[in-house]
Nanobody
């Protein structure tokens, strides 16, 4: 069974940093595009960042650009710096073999999410 598992969430104060991790079980996703999404209560799931399988190219939502960094080896990471209360959400790791994923619906594999709460 293919599974993605996120970890590293928690409750922090504004300005703090967290590093989220996404590990795969059942198979590897070395050839997949990996993405991070987040969903706050009452809101739609939104794109945060993605990283390609080979080139390592990255793309970020404007809301996190300059603060968050996605990286990967055998684990996918999301380094989150200068956290803001508006970053509070459940963060999800996702994978897809589509060439140029843009939306959550284009990702085929998902983790269960990890809660990130940022207090003011």
């Amino acid at each position: 069974q293919v599974q993605l598992v996120e970890s590293g969430g928690g409750l922090v104060q504004a300005g703090a940093s967290l590093r989220l991790s996404c590990a795969a079980s059942g198979r590897t996703f070395s050839n997949a595009v990996m993405g991070w999404f987040r969903q706050a209560p009452g809101k739609e799931r939104e794109f945060v960042a993605r990283i390609s399988s080979s080139s390592g190219s990255t793309y970020y939502a404007d809301s996190v650009k300059g603060r968050f960094t996605i990286s990967r080896d055998n684990v996918v990471y999301l380094q989150m710096n200068s956290l803001k209360p508006e970053d509070t959400a459940v963060y999800y790791c996702a994978a897809t073999y589509r060439a140029h994923p843009r939306r959550a619906s284009e990702y085929d594999y998902w983790g269960q999410g990890t809660q990130v709460t940022v207090s003011s």
